[in-house]
């Protein structure tokens, strides 16, 4: 889709979740609020659901969990209007209630087209209800537990042809102010996934796949995904010897080896 379509469709989506009187949480909102940032984005990032401040100042991310937001963008080095954000449910849900499933329910046709029309490379769902909606729509593995899903936070999914990266909701620090170092290194990431790894354009790894001979999954997930995890990345910039038939996690694959 060309950047002036891009503009309509949004514009076009924007225009009826304005209106959606859909469920419950359309009579307690002041605003219903659309997405924000780039539509052009490499990165769309998926929050619940507005606070009371956004709710009543109809802007994305501006109250308390914004600021920490905004800081973990400055850990990364990173602009937030370099990055597309939306919430899973547009309306406010009050006092920072809980959603019904109802509620996920009616609001999701809304951010399944707004994710047709971004059409992002990467997926960033932030936190329990955002992460597990998004898994479920790319048919990834879910935890068996809530609390087994942040075990999830910081690593590059791949499924169902789409990268997925779930992080901590950023409102997660005010209440646990001691997870802040770990999930500062969980978002610097997101940094690395503006560009595809260096080495790509000569790696074996990609004449591999360009042959047909490798699953799309280890360029997806390592050389277009987390290259700074890749081993033989690792090893390059280290110059230490690796064989051609090395794979990303650094596992040895003998059938990619010459005969
Ligand atoms: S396999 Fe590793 S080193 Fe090679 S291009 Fe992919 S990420 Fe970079």
């Known amino acids: ?129 955002a992460t597990r909606s998004v898994l479920m729509k790319y048919h990834a593995d ?8 942040t075990s999830l936070y910081g690593r590059l999914i791949f499924s169902d042809d789409q990268k997925i990266f779930p992080l901590p909701h950023p409102a997660s620090l005010l209440y646990h102010p001691s997870f802040e170092s770990k999930t500062e290194e969980k978002y610097i990431k997101l940094n690395i996934f503006l560009h595809d790894c260096k080495w790509f354009p000569v790696c074996p790894m990609k004449w591999y796949y360009e042959k047909g001979r490798l699953d799309k999954k280890w360029i997806e997930k390592y050389c277009r995904g987390d290259w700074e995890s890749c081993v033989r990345f690792k090893m390059e910039e280290e110059r230490r010897f690796h064989h051609d038939w090395m794979l990303p996690d650094g596992s040895i694959d003998n059938s990619l080896k010459p005969v």
């Open 1 to 129: 889709m060309n950047l002036s379509c891009k503009y309509k469709a949004v514009d076009e989506l924007n225009k009826r979740i304005n209106k959606c009187t859909v469920c419950r949480l359309s009579l307690t909102r002041k605003h219903v609020l659309t997405g924000e940032g780039d539509i052009n984005a490499r990165l769309m990032m998926i929050a619940l659901s507005p606070g009371e401040k956004e709710d009543s100042e109809n802007r994305m991310f501006i109250g308390p969990s914004g600021q920490i937001l905004n800081k973990l963008f400055d850990k990364a080095k990173m602009l937030r209007e370099s990055v597309y954000i939306t919430n899973l449910i547009k309306c406010m849900l009050p006092k920072n209630r809980r959603p019904k499933t109802d509620e996920i329910n009616a609001c999701s046709p809304f951010l399944e087209e707004e994710i047709a029309v971004i059409d992002p490379e990467i997926i960033v769902p932030l936190g329990f209800y």
């Open 142 to 149: 879910l935890p068996s537990a809530r609390s087994e899903f």
